[in-house]
């Protein structure tokens, strides 16, 4: 722990920080920078992570077995998309759920932690492009196109685009990295804050709130949750419960986190949203709805004080994965609904109860917001642009995506968008 504050001393914090109103005049940045360790906190994790468990045995993936195919994907390749499959498959002892051990690594994703748990995922925690793309089409029949997105994004923000390792929670660069003495620098993983991870998430506290701990599932949010899709509809978790409480997070953390940071990355976080309701579910958007399936995919337990205890996430027993695999048209359509229910400004806190609007025009976000009128062809377009540029980012935004990130992006992605119609980037 010492060596990390260390390393975090020796970094000079900038005011790219906040890089559409840097020396804007009249903008008071004082409170931010009368509490150095405020940015701090926020920056990226720098150094090594001595609290980050160490696993010699890396066993990857259960390989692909014919007699258990699921939607068919191998190796990373597009698999049938036709889902409905009871996952694991009954005599398919090689995804059965199995505990994580102490020395297995964990993180803020409820759905990469089930995938661990069961084997989609190398259980170590460390793992790689073509594990997430086949785990994502086999067990919850997310689509190819989809699924490549998702862990592009992942990898490049928080991973090494040469070995395409991550690690599904803290930092393990010298088992992810190309370079593993860490001499290059450390690289982040899906805890880091302010990649991919961000502010105002579901179940897990925003990272300056809970003293850089944005990854533990918090029984009293989950509660929290079902309170809220409960009273909002008698449909439990859909997209217009999922957008109220949405909104209340946000809401909640504007009001408390001196550092909130909502950028438009935080579109994705809509779309994780969705997965409560379109990926978990038992058949998905078909599937009846039922608070335990969604439970222990997030390893939730019911507690005397009115609350939720964690146990490793699981997938549910008997369960079955959506009939039509989710793709990216889908998610950029639930965000466009979810986010015009409420319609929340992209931007940032300098200080409490003082938010700065993103007012630089970012794709189809002007003034902070997306236009009343907007498609899901646009939002799709708009992930695209939030994949292969730099956007404001909290902290070092400008190595965001170094060039070498963005070639290995626009390599995986291009394909995945060509029959899209988004203008699509060269270089
Ligand atoms: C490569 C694939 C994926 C990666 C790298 C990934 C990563 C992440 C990360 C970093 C977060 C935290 C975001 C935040 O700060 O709120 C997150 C949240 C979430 N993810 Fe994933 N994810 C992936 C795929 C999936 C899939 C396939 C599902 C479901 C089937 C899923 C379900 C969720 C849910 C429900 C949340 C919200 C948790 C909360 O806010 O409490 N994810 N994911
Ligand atoms: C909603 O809340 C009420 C009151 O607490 C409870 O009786 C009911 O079972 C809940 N409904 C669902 C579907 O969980
Ligand atoms: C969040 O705050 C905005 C602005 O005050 C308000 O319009 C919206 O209804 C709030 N969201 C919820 C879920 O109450
Ligand atoms: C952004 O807002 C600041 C402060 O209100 C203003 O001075 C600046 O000109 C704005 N920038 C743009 C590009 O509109
Ligand atoms: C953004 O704000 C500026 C200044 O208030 C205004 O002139 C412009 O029309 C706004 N743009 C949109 C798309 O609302």
Not at 37 to 60: S, V
Not at 85 to 114: K, L, Y
Not at 297 to 310: C, I, K, L, T, W
Request: a negative charge; glycine letters at 10%; hydrophobic letters at 40%.
């Amino acid at each position: 722990m010492l060596l990390r504050i260390l390393l975090l001393a020796s970094f000079a914090p900038s005011i790219a920080a906040w890089p559409w109103v840097a020396g804007v005049p009249g903008v008071d940045l004082s409170v931010i920078q009368a509490i150095p360790e405020n940015l701090l906190k926020q920056a990226r994790q720098m150094g090594p992570d001595p609290t980050c468990p160490f696993n010699p045995d890396h066993p990857g993936a259960a390989p692909f077995d014919v007699r258990y195919p699921y939607t068919g994907s191998i190796g990373g390749l597009p698999g049938t998309g036709v889902g409905g499959v009871e996952v694991p498959s009954p005599g398919d002892m090689a995804h059965q759920f199995t505990p994580p051990g102490p020395n297995d690594i964990r993180g803020p994703c409820p759905g990469m932690n089930t995938a661990a748990n069961h084997n989609f995922l190398s259980r170590d925690g460390i793992t790689n492009l073509a594990e997430l793309v086949s785990a994502q089409q086999n067990l919850y029949n997310i689509a190819y196109d989809l699924a490549v997105f998702i862990a592009v994004r992942g990898i490049a923000l928080d991973g090494d685009v040469v070995t395409t390792k991550l690690s599904i929670g803290c930092d393990a660069t010298e088992r992810t990295s190309v370079d593993p003495t860490g001499t290059l620098g450390h690289e982040p993983d899906l805890n880091a804050h302010n990649k991919f991870e961000g502010d105002s998430s579901l179940t897990r506290r925003d990272y300056f709130l809970n003293n850089g701990d944005a990854f533990t599932f918090q029984g009293d949010m989950f509660a929290d949750m079902y309170r809220v899709a409960n009273a909002t509809s008698s449909e439990l978790f859909d997209r217009d419960t999922i957008s109220v409480y949405r909104s209340q997070r946000y809401n909640a953390s504007l009001a408390e986190n001196p550092n909130l940071y909502f950028g438009p990355k935080a579109l994705l976080l809509y779309g994780a949203a969705s997965f409560v309701y379109e990926a978990f579910l038992v058949l998905g958007p078909e599937g009846t709805l039922d608070i335990s399936t969604i439970s222990t995919f997030f390893g939730a337990v019911p507690n005397a004080a009115g609350s939720y205890d964690h146990i490793p996430e699981r997938i549910p027993s008997g369960w079955r994965n959506r009939r039509v695999a989710y793709g990216i048209l889908e998610v950029a359509e639930e965000i466009r609904y979810q986010y015009p229910a409420f319609p929340e400004l992209f931007g940032g806190n300098v200080g409490a109860g003082n938010f700065l609007a993103l007012n630089t025009t970012f794709g189809i976000i002007q003034n902070g917001t997306l236009p009343d009128e907007v498609t899901a062809k646009d939002i799709a377009c708009l992930l695209y642009q939030l994949a292969t540029n730099n956007v404001p980012g909290a902290i070092g935004n400008e190595a965001e995506l170094p060039l070498d990130v963005l070639t290995w992006v626009l390599m995986q992605l291009n394909p995945i968008f060509a029959n899209t119609g988004c203008p699509l980037r060269v270089t």
